[in-house]
C-alpha cells in the first residue's frame, strides 16, 4: 500500500515537471511577444499626442465646422462599447478586469438607455454572447501583429453606427500597458467626438500656422482618421498589456510548479521512510517471532 502511495507521488511530480516545462516555455515566448508589442505601444504614443494637438489646434481656429462625429445628440438612446480583449486566456485576470471594467461602467450609468457591445477578442465575444443580449458586433482572430486596417475596419463600424442613429454614444474600453505587471483598465469616450482643450500659450510661444487646404477642410477629413488612430492605438496597448499579464501569469504558475514539487518531494520522501520503517518492523518482529519459537 505504501508502495502504491510512493508511486503516485512519482506520477504527480512527472505531471507538475511537465507542466512546468509548458509554463516556462510560455513564459519565453511571451516576455518575446512583450518586448516587440511595448515598443510598438510606446511608438504610437507620440503620434496620437500630436494628432490631438492638431486636432485641438484645428478646432480652435475652424469655423463653424459641421461634422457628425462633432455632433452631439439631444437624446441619448443607445451607447456602444467598443470592448479590447485577448482572443485566448492563460493571462492573469487581464481579460476579467477588462469586461469587469465594462460591467461598472454600464451599471454606474443611471440613463435609461440601451447598450451595444463591439468585441474586440474572443474573450469579449465569448462573455457577451453567452451572457447579455449586448453584443452588437465581433472583431476576433486579429492575431499578436496589431494592423491599422483591422483598426480602420473597426473604427468604420462604429462611424457609421453613430452617423446612422444606431449608436448616440461610443466608448473605447482597454488596458493602457504601464509594465508587466501593471496594465491599467480605460474608458475613453471616442464619439460624439470632443476634441481636447488646448493649452494655453504665451505670444510669444504662439505659432500662427498657415493651412493649405483651409482649416475647416482639414479638421473635417481629419476627423474620421482620429478615430482610428484612437482604436489602433487602444489595440497596441491592449496588446502589451496582454503579453505583460501573460508573462506575468506563467512566471507565477512556473514558480507554484516549483513549489508544488518541492512539497510533493517531501510528502513521497515521508511516504518512502514510513514504507522502510513498516519493513524494518515486519522483520524485526519476525524475527523475535522465529526467537520465541525457537525457545
Known amino acids: 500500500m505504501a508502495g502504491a502511495g510512493v508511486r503516485e507521488y512519482k506520477r504527480r511530480i512527472a505531471s507538475v515537471r511537465n507542466t512546468q516545462q509548458i509554463t516556462k516555455a510560455m ?20 503620434y496620437t499626442e500630436t494628432l490631438q494637438e492638431t486636432l485641438a489646434r484645428l478646432a480652435a481656429v475652424a469655423e463653424d465646422v459641421s461634422h457628425p462625429l462633432l455632433e452631439k445628440r439631444d437624446e441619448v438612446r443607445k451607447i456602444g462599447y467598443v470592448v479590447v480583449t485577448a482572443d485566448r486566456g492563460l493571462c492573469g485576470a487581464y481579460n476579467s478586469n477588462i469586461i469587469r471594467t465594462t460591467n461598472t461602467a454600464i451599471a454606474e450609468d443611471e440613463r435609461n438607455v440601451e447598450y451595444g457591445i463591439v468585441a474586440v477578442g474572443r474573450k469579449a465575444r465569448d462573455f457577451y454572447r453567452k451572457r447579455t443580449n449586448y453584443l452588437d458586433a465581433e472583431f476576433i482572430n486579429l492575431g499578436d501583429n496589431v494592423s ?27 488596458a493602457r500597458f504601464v509594465n ?21 500659450v504665451s505670444e510669444e510661444e504662439h505659432i500662427d500656422y498657415i493651412y493649405e487646404p483651409s482649416a475647416d477642410q482639414i479638421l473635417y477629413t481629419l476627423v474620421p482618421r482620429y478615430i482610428g488612430s484612437q482604436i489602433h492605438h487602444a489595440m497596441l496597448e491592449a496588446k502589451a498589456s496582454e503579453h505583460g499579464a501573460r508573462m506575468t501569469a506563467m512566471s507565477n504558475a512556473t514558480d507554484n510548479a516549483a513549489e508544488l514539487i518541492e512539497t510533493l518531494t517531501l510528502e513521497m520522501n515521508k511516504a518512502r521512510q514510513a514504507a522502510i520503517t513498516d519493513e524494518i518492523l515486519d522483520i524485526v518482529g519476525g524475527a523475535e517471532a522465529l526467537k520465541k519459537g525457537g525457545k
Open 180 to 200: 508587466a505587471l501593471r496594465q491599467i483598465p480605460t474608458v475613453t469616450k471616442i464619439l460624439p467626438l470632443e476634441p481636447p482643450e488646448k493649452e494655453e
Open 27 to 46: 513564459k519565453m515566448v511571451a516576455a518575446a511577444k512583450l518586448r516587440r508589442a511595448q515598443e510598438n505601444a510606446e511608438a504610437s504614443r507620440p
Open 148 to 174: 491599422y486596417a483591422d483598426a480602420r475596419e473597426i473604427g468604420e463600424y462604429v462611424i457609421s453606427a453613430y452617423e446612422n442613429g444606431e449608436l448616440d454614444e461610443v466608448y473605447l474600453v482597454y
